[in-house]
């Protein structure tokens, strides 16, 4: 269970070039809570062969504030839903040396909500006529993945592991709710419901991991993560009729997330972990940052156990906080609305896990 928390607070957004205040509070809790699942399968095809197959969400997120708040020009609702159905395999070249890989086939799902201010449009009176744009899609698409464990001792274990980035094309429908002095656009083409598409891509990621075994009790693990989010330069919603694409520029970089976690073997049966990580934003700066993903550099701490139930059943149970940096927003909208704030942020995660051996 993922919990977020994004708390805006406004500084003074306007309309521009007019300098009109922009109404609306700070939106309230933008996080929205969600139920990630996962599941895992791996059998054995022979002494040096296994396959196996790993259901899971990798990426995904949900904001949402309320609809008259100070951003609604910008965003209200943003939900995307990523799951990645990944089976693999893996051949044991020597005791020493393992290698595998898989295939990904990866779903993806998208719903943005904003508000459109037709009072600027039309030249009428900023913010005094207010419409709704909603943008729906989905895609599947594939990418691959490839690793190999290096256990030079029975207490070490080194690995590297790499993932391809998946190119998604997100086909769906955008509608819009047009207030009546503002349907005379619509003769023209502009804002009516039509199909639209957009291009997403998940990036690709290469990790380095470390785990070392000490007087049989204690591990101490470490991971080295590069992830490719410099490809995800734009937002770009492309429409069926004649309106123009929606652009959001966002020019994100590509990241580093350092980790290092430690296991106390209690007794036989029960095994103690805690971790910490410190892990980048993509966001380059404020002009970037928008309130559909509010993202800044963070700190993970965790806390977690495992537990031997039986010789076939064991249980691993966390618990996560993300500190997350607080950060500046300042984006210009497409019909001048400069947003203009600053963003309080942070994240709780627990989770639980089943193992079954058989």
């Not at 607070?9 to 306007?14: K, L, M, P």
Request: a negative charge.
């Amino acid at each position: 269970m993922i919990m977020p928390t994004f708390e805006f607070d406004n500084s003074g957004s306007v309309i521009l070039p007019a300098g009109v205040p922009v109404s609306g509070g700070d939106g309230g809790n933008g996080g929205v809570a969600a139920f990630v699942p996962n599941a895992y399968y791996k059998a054995d095809l022979c002494e040096k062969t296994a396959w196996g197959i790993g259901i899971t969400a990798p990426y995904g997120l949900t904001t949402e504030y309320n609809k008259s708040w100070v951003g609604r020009y910008h965003a209200i609702k943003t939900e995307l839903v990523n799951m990645n159905v990944n089976p693999s395999v893996s051949y044991k070249i020597s005791d020493k040396i393992a290698v595998g890989a898989g295939v990904s086939a990866s779903y993806v799902e998208a719903d943005l909500t904003s508000a459109i201010d037709f009072g600027t449009i039309l030249g009428v009176a900023p913010q005094a006529l207010d419409g709704r744009a909603r943008v729906e899609g989905d895609d599947w698409a594939a990418g691959y993945n490839a690793g190999v464990l290096i256990t030079p001792r029975p207490e070490c274990a080194l690995s590297l592991s790499y993932r391809s980035k998946i190119e998604h094309k997100l086909e769906g429908d955008a509608s819009f709710q047009v207030p009546g002095p503002a349907r005379a656009l619509q003769a023209m083409g502009m804002f009516v419901d039509t199909d639209g598409e957009a291009e997403l891509t998940l990036p690709q990621s290469a990790s380095l991991g470390m785990a070392h075994t000490f007087a049989e009790k204690v591990t101490v693990m470490a991971d080295l993560t590069w992830t490719g989010w410099g490809d995800f330069d734009e937002l770009r919603v492309k429409y069926g009729s004649s309106q123009p694409d929606s652009v959001t520029d966002e020019s994100w970089d590509d990241t580093w997330r350092y980790s290092l976690g430690l296991q106390y073997q209690q007794t036989d049966k029960l095994a103690l972990r805690i971790g910490g990580a410190y892990d980048e934003t993509p966001v380059p700066d404020a002009n970037h940052r928008t309130p559909r993903i509010p993202d800044a550099d963070r700190i993970w701490l965790s806390l977690g156990a495992g537990y031997q139930v039986s010789e076939n059943l064991s249980v691993d149970v966390g618990y996560t906080h993300l500190f997350i940096n607080d950060s500046r927003v300042q984006q210009m909208g497409a019909t001048g609305d400069y947003l203009n704030g600053s963003y309080e942020g942070s994240v709780d995660i627990a989770s639980i896990q089943a193992n079954w051996k058989f």
